[in-house]
């Protein structure tokens, strides 16, 4: 249905919708650029947070004039609780949440929290290339949403508020903070840890004020965070993957003015070639960082120690084979070289 709205001197056709945005496009042509917001969790010199100022930028590149991307980093917008219920609600255009975070609207992408899935970044890129994993672009449409990149961060690493950390016993006990998973939950239970889950914006303070003993996370989040200030030691762990899709509304996405949606498109394909090859010198400049500041100490861990890790999570495995399809744990396994 449309409907004519006055605008100065001119008539233009506004979209009516169910999802308000829907209407934005129409209006935006007629007068200034349309707004778009994307929003995320992390700090701006990060992978996610650089490659969503690239994004912006080669946005106004192609559409300078018709389309303004605005970024809002650090939760300031919407955090984790938030920011997939506001995608749909249309209050937001592109958000980009980890991989571990979309277990309520598909169980295929828990495939990522698999402890000791990827030997490698490059066997996750790998992947994410394959037919298969770009299949899970398109996982979540039933429920509204189009996948459209998949974003890099890099690999997890274990770190506690306690002086020894090798082996899986010396986490027996403790409180770990982890992302809204399932596949995390079981994985810390299988330690013999406490996991509670909580929003990425929550985690300084209570690893702070001891409301949790550790987190799990990329190097690169944990120092942008600061949570090498509040903890004491950080394992090498590289027990598992911290990775984004970019999401927006399926339906506001479809009713976009094609060369819009091509813009945009572009934008994001060249904005996810960019992040994809500065993670890993991200993540490599701040683990330099976290050593240097000289709060938290660096473990690294020898091969049996990190066998012993693989062996107490292996339950997980089996516990999501089911959920998750043993062809696609199998594609992925592919992927390593
Ligand atoms: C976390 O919640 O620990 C991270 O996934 C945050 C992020 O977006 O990298």
């Known amino acids: 249905m449309k409907k004519s709205v006055k605008v100065g001197r001119r008539q233009v056709l506004a979209g009516l919708s169910a999802v308000g945005l829907a209407a934005v496009p129409f209006v935006g042509r007629a007068q200034s650029p349309m707004v778009l917001k994307f929003s995320h969790v992390v700090a701006e010199k990060t992978p996610k947070g650089q490659a969503a100022l690239k994004f912006r930028e080669l946005v106004q590149a192609r559409l300078g004039g018709k389309v303004d991307v605005q970024v809002f980093p650090n939760s300031t917008l919407f955090g984790d609780a938030k920011e ?18 979309f277990d309520r609207y ?6 990522f929290d698999l402890p000791f899935l990827f030997d490698d970044m490059a066997a996750v890129d790998r992947f994410q290339h394959s037919a298969a994993g770009q299949s899970l672009l398109d996982s979540i449409k039933a429920r509204g949403l189009q996948g459209l990149a998949f974003w890099h961060n890099g690999l997890k690493q274990l770190s506690t508020n306690k002086d020894k950390l090798t082996r899986p016993e010396d986490v027996k006990g403790l409180k770990f903070r982890i992302q809204a998973s399932d596949v ?12 509670q889950k909580m929003a990425f914006a929550e985690v300084y303070q209570a690893l702070q004020t001891g409301v949790v003993d550790g987190q799990e996370n990329t ?11 509040v903890q004491k030691t950080i394992a090498e762990t590289n027990h598992g993957v911290i990775d984004y899709m970019v999401v927006t509304n399926l339906k506001w996405w479809g009713g ?25 010198d991200f993540n490599a400049r701040d683990k330099d960082l976290i050593a240097q500041a000289g709060k938290a100490r660096i473990q690294s861990l020898t091969k049996d120690d990190i066998a012993a890790w693989r062996k107490v999570m292996e339950p997980v495995w089996k516990k999501f084979e089911g959920d998750i399809g043993r062809d696609l744990i199998d594609a992925a396994l592919k992927s390593n070289a």
């Open 256 to 280: 976009l003015p094609p060369d819009v949606r091509k813009g945009l498109s572009e934008a994001m394909a060249e904005a996810t070639e960019y992040g994809n090859k500065v993670a890993a």
């Open 84 to 101: 997939l219920e506001a995608l749909l609600l249309g209050d937001v255009h592109f958000i980009a949440p980890s991989l571990s975070k």
């Open 106 to 111: 598909t169980k295929k992408i828990q495939l």
């Open 219 to 229: 190097w690169s989040n944990m120092y942008s965070q600061k949570f090498h200030e």
């Open 184 to 195: 995390l939950e079981a994985q810390f239970r299988a330690m013999g840890a406490n996991p």
